[in-house]
């Protein structure tokens, strides 16, 4: 299977630790889409997703992977996750090619309006775009996205650290 890993999944080294046949094929697009801070995490904050739009511009840049099909199972089993699904989508690599994947999507009864990713978090994903060598402007546009500071101190040391 090929995956479309935005935000979190794009560390491919630590992806592969769960799914050791994780191969980065390369940077992509995922058309229709928009990237959205809206996924309710488990620390009460809004974690990262990807939204269907009407928008033609609409465009989510991420990274394909490819992985074996034997191993779904190391990262995603509906048994134990209610909140995401993988929808399959269309993308394209930087030459135009086009690539059947699947993309992480949060389930609606999982999305939110009102909170915000932790700051911590919004500058790992950042992090993560420009290691991956997403495009500048879209880079862009995830870093005016609004976060908040962690309330939980320790949390918030904890993860600037591991950045």
């Not at 990237?35 to 009460?44: L, P, R, V, Y």
């Not at 699904?85 to 992480?104: Q, S, T």
């Not at 990713?117 to 995830?142: N, R, S, V």
Request: with cysteine.
């Amino acid at each position: 299977m090929i995956l479309f890993a935005y935000a979190g999944n794009m560390n491919v080294e630590k992806f592969a630790k769960t799914v050791p046949s994780a191969k980065k094929i390369g940077i992509a697009k995922l058309p229709g889409y928009n990237f959205a801070f809206n996924s309710t995490g488990e620390d009460e904050s809004a974690k990262a997703n990807v939204v269907k739009s009407f928008d033609l511009d609409a465009m989510v840049w991420g990274l394909l992977i490819e992985l074996d099909d034997e191993e779904r199972s190391n990262f995603h089993d509906p048994t134990w996750s209610s909140v995401l699904k993988l929808e399959p989508v269309l993308c394209f690599d930087l030459a135009d090619n086009i690539y059947h994947a699947e993309v992480f999507v949060t389930q609606p009864h999982a999305i939110t309006t009102h909170l915000l990713p932790y700051d911590w978090y919004h500058t790992k994903i950042l992090k993560l775009a420009i290691a991956a060598g997403l495009p500048e402007p879209y880079i862009a546009q995830i870093k005016i996205m609004p976060c908040k500071v962690d309330a939980d101190e320790k949390r918030r040391e904890r993860r600037l650290k591991n950045l």
